[in-house]
């Protein structure tokens, strides 16, 4: 595997891409979702939440293959493909989230738990938990936070 390089996102001419990339991730990890659900979040990708967040694009050999979606101190989105998950391609993503944009919080579906151990594993803690998503859907979410630079959570 080649060196993977991060850039921003260049604009909504490669949301298909990422569209792309999502579904790869969610088809691999997601496994308690409906396929109504998961085909209603795909559809609301590029007008609704892409334009919401600063969006960091990872890239193999030109190709992108992950993204990151950070707002306020939030990491609101990290998919990286399923061809590529384990490669360190998430760990970049989410060390220049933290590093550059400032993240302390990021939310995780509970029955995700490969998303919960990588958080884990990089210092995030469970500091709450409500038992509906933000659309009012019965997939439970965790709060997860870590101290930032200045110390605070």
């Given amino acids: 595997m080649t060196e993977t390089t991060l850039r921003e996102c260049r604009g909504p001419g490669e949301y298909p891409r990422l569209v792309e990339i999502w579904r ?12 109504s659900d998961r085909d209603a979040i795909e559809t609301a990708l590029p ?5 919401q967040v600063r969006l960091t694009v990872a890239e193999l050999d030109g190709v992108p293959v992950g993204f990151a979606g950070t707002v306020h101190g939030g990491l609101e989105m990290l998919f990286v493909h399923a061809d590529v998950r384990g490669k360190g391609v998430g760990t970049l ?5 933290v ?4 993240v302390t919080r990021v939310d995780v579906n509970d029955q995700n738990r490969q998303a919960l151990d990588f958080y884990r594993r990089r210092g995030f803690t469970v500091t709450s938990r409500d038992e509906l998503d933000e659309a009012g859907c019965p997939y439970p979410v965790l709060h997860l936070s870590r101290a930032g630079v200045d110390g605070a959570q």
């Fill in 93 to 97: 993503l989410l060390d220049r989230a």
């Fill in 99 to 102: 590093g550059e944009h400032g």
């Fill in 24 to 35: 790869s991730a969610v088809d691999a990890t997601h496994d308690f979702l409906t396929e």
């Fill in 47 to 51: 007008g609704d939440y892409f334009p």
